[in-house]
């Protein structure tokens, strides 16, 4: 009953900043770490960020660190992405997902139990 919707997504040139939101609906289980990953064409999805239900956690992909922050506001059931000096490889298409359950902070795909649709990202050179 949780659905996820990302939005935010769009051209930016290179060295620029974008925000990116996700909006939860639905049931909400309290004890829920959110992540933000991304795919670029031809390549396998890849983590970004996540960030703990009361937000006290973060974690952060090598490539993304320094370059971003994850947020949220459970009063309006969304987390959000800043990126900054965004880079031409970080075109791509961005996803939220959320686990229902969570002892820590998790990076891979398979850990997640519900996912957006995703939002598209393109940075040009």
């Known amino acids: 009953q949780v659905q996820l919707v990302e939005s935010g997504g769009g051209l930016v040139q290179a060295g620029g900043s974008l925000r990116l939101s996700c909006a939860a609906s639905g049931r909400t289980f309290s004890s829920r770490v959110m992540g933000w990953f991304r795919q670029a064409p031809g390549r396998e999805r890849e983590f970004v960020g996540a960030?703990?239900?009361?937000?006290?956690?973060?974690a952060y992909a090598d490539s993304m660190k320094g370059r971003c922050t994850i947020s949220r506001d459970n009063a309006k059931n969304t987390v959000y992405l800043q990126m900054n000096g965004l880079k031409p490889e970080d075109t791509a298409v961005y996803y939220c997902?959320?686990?229902?359950?969570?002892?820590?902070?998790?990076?891979?795909?398979?850990?997640?139990?519900?996912w957006g649709q995703g939002t598209q990202v393109t940075v040009s050179s």
């Open positions: 997902a959320a686990r229902s359950v969570a002892y820590g902070l998790y990076t891979a795909t398979r850990d997640y139990d519900y």
């Open positions: 960030i703990s239900w009361s937000g006290g956690s973060t």
